[in-house]
């Protein structure tokens, strides 16, 4: 898994801001979430960790919130996955 060549220093940093916005709402239900890295195409790859990791809305979470909170703080970023996803979430 390459970082991409062209990222900013900061740009682990930036997501991890955007993470942390989130971390709350995902600790209130047992769950957590943390950054694997950043794809040459720019995805960046996270885990799901405690409840999140075996939940059935995981997919929910990761559009609505996850994705949305990471491509504001870094518009470059062109999509989120979750290495992780639970079978119950991927329809």
Do not use: Y
Not at 49 to 76: I, S
Not at 81 to 91: F, I, K, L, Q
Request: charged share 25%; proline share 5%; aromatic share 2%.
């Amino acid at each position: 898994m390459a970082e991409t060549p062209a990222a900013p220093q900061n740009l682990h940093a930036r997501i991890d801001r955007a993470l942390e916005e989130l971390r709350p709402f995902l600790r209130s239900d047992g769950g957590d979430i943390q950054l694997v890295g950043v794809l040459e195409d720019w995805t960046v790859e996270v885990e799901l960790q405690g409840a999140c990791a075996h939940c059935a809305q995981a997919a929910m979470t990761m559009r609505a919130g996850v994705e949305e909170a990471v491509k504001r703080a870094v518009p470059e970023v062109t999509a989120v996955r979750a290495v992780n996803m639970p079978e119950s979430a991927r329809g």
